[in-house]
């Protein structure tokens, strides 16, 4: 099984400034016959389910906002949120999609500073 | 637009069965893998499995034991069943579309989950 490990736990960050979650896989989601690294995002806030953010490690899903972007590769990736605004607070996840079993990051609590 | 509804038992005892359906609207019902994830109160994402309009099946092996996910193209519904539950499966219980690339998926669409409690 592919482990996925997020840092931090929770990230306080002031309006306006720029917060990076990172995502570390266990092994490398880079599949070899197109160059793509299998790894998403998701933002889930209270109450609702998550939101498919980013794929392939930097695509963005259509309809999400550009100040959200993803990087990386190999094992080691990360979210950027570029100017953070206050419908930003949320958990985010990351999650494999290169093999089953599917698995989740343990999740980064975003919060206004 | 698709959408996910999804529906099921939100009270169990100790050692019963749990047993919740999903119903696709919208979109196409075939190309995609049917998930079920789930999340314990406050904590994170865990990826019960999925299944195809084929009828393939991938489980996730630390509950594969109690797991049944079944389908039923004729409707556009999938369903989960949990066998012998304890106080440890209550949880969100969320069903989503798996979009593949490689051997596994990204979930771009979800239901609105299912609060299932486990209490005698």
Sequence with gaps: ?????????????????????????????????????YLAWYQQKPGQPPKLLIYWASTRESGVPDRFSGSGSGTDFTLTISSLQAEDVAVYYCQQHYSTPVNFGQGTKLEIK | QVQLQQWGAGLLKPSETLSLSCAVYGGSFSGYYWSWIRQPPGKGLEWIGE??????????????SRVT???????????LKLSSVTAADTAIYYCARGVRGAAAGRFDYWGQGTLVTVSS
């Design chain 1, 1 to 37: 099984d592919i482990v996925m490990t997020q840092s931090p736990d929770s990230l306080a960050v002031s309006l306006g400034e720029r917060a990076t979650i990172n995502c570390k896989s266990s092994q490398s989601v880079l599949y070899s016959s197109n160059n793509e690294n």
């Design chain 2, 51 to 64: 299944i195809n309009h084929s009828g393939n099946i991938n489980y996730n092996p630390s509950l594969k």
């Design chain 2, 69 to 79: 996910i079944s389908i039923n193209t004729s409707k556009n519904q999938f369903s």
